[in-house]
């Protein structure tokens, strides 16, 4: 039974982005008693991308802080109850879990993890120490102080090449490093790329070794063409990285959730993890498309079994 | 206790909105500067927080001293403007 002291819900949806979002319309329109906890930006990634062309029902596309003010909206017009904070743990109590949460201990009969993922470090000399001052994880938010200036792009994935496009608004000159000899982006997007020939310009086969500056601003990068092994240098003001993605979940440390082996959440195909009561939906869940379509659908799709799981377990 | 408020901001800025919106939720007021809309006061929100990042927020406390909080770190906003 619930401690009484112990504030208690039905559900506790942790993150608040695209799959969190749609499994709260989906619980609050049918009256589940639902929160939600979101420990950074409404939305998720969905809001700090710069332009969605590929969620269905905007024929000219949509702008993705729209995309998540209207997914927010829609939950909210149901009454889901959006918590500023995060989740640290979840333990599994039996009928009931335990959240350790910003707002105290929470209880819940069931939990879903839409927790998504966060951006990859490079983990060379000068990242840490120019974090912020010249060393960038996010466009939309950062790109702007970079009018009229160079840049150098890491990474040769979908968001590197759409970040590197988004920002030709601000800078003159683009210089994205691509380890491999060809790139991970869509084909869509390579054919993009080619209308900013003017501005970008690839180069494959580069590692990014030092990003390096002085008087506390970046000057350049340092980088190895590994077809030569020689080293090579791009004059920079900014470094911009998107080299992919690793799951958010650490606070399943002791839930006894299984992950698989880059930890993401396996569930089976109505979305339950291995811990009766908890389920997963979106970029977090092992087997994840990384798209927002798909998010979505797995957070009505996880809606409807955590539905059903609390229709069968008796009241205790 | 608190002043006044600025937050520098962009058009395309999520954690900006999340800032806007949880001082709203405090009813706390602020004045919003827009670098798309102001660019000339960029080198401003640099100087004073040292970072080229958005969102930038200064909080001037009645004793007129300043803080500064560079992103959505609401461990650092909720002890500043208490
Ligand atoms: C640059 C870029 C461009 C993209 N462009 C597109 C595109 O054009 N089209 C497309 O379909 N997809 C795109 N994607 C992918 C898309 O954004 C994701 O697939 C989608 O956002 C996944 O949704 P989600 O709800 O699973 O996770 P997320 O959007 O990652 O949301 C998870 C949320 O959980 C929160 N959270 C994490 N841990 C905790 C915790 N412990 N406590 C509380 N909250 C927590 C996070 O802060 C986050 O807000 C893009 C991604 C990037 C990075």
């Known amino acids: 039974m619930a401690e009484s002291q112990v504030e208690t819900h039905d559900l506790v949806i942790i993150g608040a982005g695209p799959a969190a979002l749609t499994a709260a319309i989906y619980t609050t329109r049918e009256d589940v008693d639902t929160i939600l906890f979101e420990k950074g930006v409404i939305g998720g990634l969905a809001a700090i991308t710069d332009w969605v062309d590929n969620y269905p029902g905007f024929p000219e596309g949509i702008a993705g802080l729209d995309l998540a003010e209207g997914l927010r909206k829609q939950a909210e017009r149901f009454g889901a109850d959006i918590r500023l904070g995060e989740v640290m743990s979840v333990t599994d109590e039996g009928e009931y879990k335990r959240l350790v949460t910003t707002d105290g201990d929470i209880l819940a009969k069931a939990v879903l993890i839409a927790t998504g993922s966060d951006y990859k470090k490079l983990g060379i000399p000068g990242e840490q120490e120019y974090y912020a001052r010249g060393v960038h994880y996010c466009a939309t938010c950062d790109g702007a102080f970079y009018r009229e200036k160079r840049l150098v792009v890491v990474g040769g994935g979908n968001s590197a090449i759409q970040e590197a496009i988004f920002l030709t608004r601000f800078a003159d000159k683009i210089d994205v490093l691509v380890r491999g000899d060809t790139m991970r982006a869509s084909e869509v997007l390579q054919h993009e790329l080619t209308k900013f020939a003017d501005k970008i310009t690839v180069h494959f086969n580069t590692t990014t070794d030092e990003i390096v500056g002085q008087d506390g601003k970046v000057t350049h990068v340092l980088g190895t063409d590994t077809t030569t092994g020689k080293q090579v240098q791009f004059d920079t003001d900014g470094v911009f990285v998107f080299i992919g993605l690793k799951p958010n979940t650490a606070f399943l440390q002791e839930s006894g959730v299984t992950l698989d082996e880059i930890g993401m959440v396996v569930t089976d195909g109505l979305l339950q993890t291995s811990v009766p009561g908890v389920f997963a939906a979106g970029d977090v869940r092992s087997g994840a498309t990384m798209q927002i379509a798909s998010a979505t659908g797995e957070g009505a799709t996880a809606a409807m079994t955590i539905r059903k799981y609390l229709e069968e377990t008796p009241e205790a | ?82």
């Not at chain 2, 937050?7 to 999340?18: D, L, S």
């Not at chain 2, 640099?46 to 001037?60: A, D, N, V």
């Not at chain 2, 959505?72 to 500043?80: E, I, Q, S, T, V």
């Open chain 2, 1 to 82: 206790m608190v002043k006044n408020i600025t937050i520098f901001t962009t058009n395309t800025c999520a954690y900006c909105v999340m800032v806007k919106r949880w001082l709203g939720s405090k009813g706390i007021s602020y004045e919003e500067v827009n670098l798309d809309q102001n660019p000339e006061r960029q080198q401003e929100a640099f100087e004073i927080s040292g970072q080229l990042s958005t969102p930038i927020t200064l909080i001037t406390k009645a004793d007129d001293s300043q803080e500064v909080i560079v992103g959505y770190n609401l461990a650092k906003l909720a002890p500043a403007v208490a």
